[in-house]
């Protein structure tokens, strides 16, 4: 079975200013994929950064990265030049490499962005 | 290109009703896949659908189902609601062959008294 954790339930930043969520995971499975979603008061669930297991280059779109550590099942999402639309729940998320379409979520991270 | 869309988006039903929700996946988009957001469970998924054919469920009772049509729309359906099923249910769509990328409609929000 595969588990996502995420411990932090609310985090706030300055605006400007880089912040940076946590995510662990467990699994068996040795190809994978680790996401990471963000849902605005709206409720639209809306894709930040995706990381592909076999892919030791970490992700980054724009002023999001990722740090994934995939011996120790961490995949952590940075925000840098944080912006008030930045505020929202993230929510990160797991799926098998092959096989079904299910994600597995964590908890959710409320992230406030304070001007 | 179009989103995903849900209707209806706000739903008030009473208990022992039954309820159907409507999802229209992106255009060329034939996997539809279905969540239940709760604050006490979070996100759970419900099941997959892919050219009309159940592909893969989540652990919900038979209450719970679902079906595609020939143009990829899909419905999920709640029979005798219960008080714990008020939730969000987001639907995704995806492409065959990139099902890492799943596109969520708005979500249609279900409340049940």
């Known amino acids: 079975a595969q588990t996502v954790t995420q411990s932090q339930p609310e985090m706030s930043v300055q605006e400007a200013e880089t912040v940076t969520l946590s995510c662990t995971y467990d699994?068996?499975?040795?190809?994978?994929?680790l996401f990471w979603y963000k849902q605005p008061p709206s409720r639209q669930m809306i894709l930040v950064i995706r990381?592909?297991?076999?892919?030791?280059q970490n992700a980054t779109e724009n002023r999001f990265s990722v740090n994934f550590q995939k011996a120790a099942k961490s995949f952590s999402l940075k925000i840098s030049d944080s912006q008030l639309g930045d505020t929202a729940m993230y929510f990160c998320?797991?799926?098998?490499?092959?096989?079904?379409?299910?994600?597995?979520f964590g908890t959710g991270t409320r992230l406030t962005v304070i001007p | 290109k179009a989103g995903v869309t849900q209707t209806p988006r706000y739903l008030i039903k009473t208990r022992g009703q039954q309820v159907t929700l409507s999802c229209s996946p992106i255009?060329?988009?034939?996997?539809v896949s279905w969540y239940q957001q709760t604050p006490g469970q979070g996100l759970q998924f419900l099941f997959e659908?892919?050219?009309?054919?159940?592909?893969n469920k989540g652990n919900f009772p038979g209450r719970f189902s679902g079906r595609q049509f020939s143009n990829s729309r899909s419905e999920m359906n709640v029979s005798t609601l219960e008080l714990g099923d008020s939730a969000l249910y987001l639907c995704?769509?995806?492409?065959?062959?990139?099902?890492?990328?799943?596109?969520f409609g708005p979500g249609t929000r279900l409340t049940v008294t």
């Open positions: 995704a769509s995806s492409l065959e062959g990139q099902r890492y990328e799943q596109y």
């Open positions: 699994t068996s499975e040795s190809n994978y994929y």
């Open positions: 990381q592909e297991a076999y892919k030791q």
């Open positions: 998320a797991f799926m098998k490499g092959t096989g079904a379409n299910n994600l597995f």
């Open positions: 255009s060329g988009h034939r996997s």
């Open positions: 659908y892919f050219s009309e054919t159940q592909r």
